[in-house]
């Protein structure tokens, strides 16, 4: 059983890093050892024996330090169990149905073998950066559309895939 998971995270506006948390938080009650890091942070993912890595979703692309950890730690990656999310839509549809990774993302996880894949609702509320962030916000478009229970059930998945070990209550 894998006791050591990274759970690394591309996040502009901070709420990809919850739902990193929320993940990271699952798999320590199942028993397993969990850090979770900014994705430009991580010098090497030598020390884990399995990643989660996600990114927020912005115009139809992963946020940037998403993509380039996959891409910097790519060959350490495919020799290791790996699931990716997404966050992004800005609507309740990631909790009414499943949507598919992004393209780059799905030919990242064909050319990783990653295990599997989810989209979790974005979310972009007041002060969020950027011109287009502000935009979406200030007309009305913006507001939590990530699910926890969804992200949690998710996690458990991944739990019992590595053989982790709920906590007895």
Known sequence: MPSSVLVA????????????EAIAEVLRKDGLTVDVL????VASVASYEAVVVGGGVYA????????????????????RPLW?????????SASERDIPPVPGVK????????RGHATFGGC????AKGF????????GKGGDFRDFEQIEAWAVRIGAELGGEPEKS
């Open 9 to 20: 995270y591309g996040t502009t506006n901070g709420s990809t890093a919850q739902i990193a």
């Open 107 to 114: 030919k990242a996880m064909a050319r990783l073998d990653a």
């Open 38 to 41: 900014p994705a430009q942070s």
């Open 124 to 127: 972009l509320e007041e002060g």
């Open 84 to 92: 990716m999310f997404s966050s992004g839509p800005l609507d309740a």
């Open 132 to 139: 287009i962030a502000r935009k979406i916000v200030t007309s």
């Open 60 to 79: 139809g692309r992963w946020q940037k330090h998403a993509r380039r950890f996959v891409r910097h730690h790519g060959r350490a990656l495919a020799g």
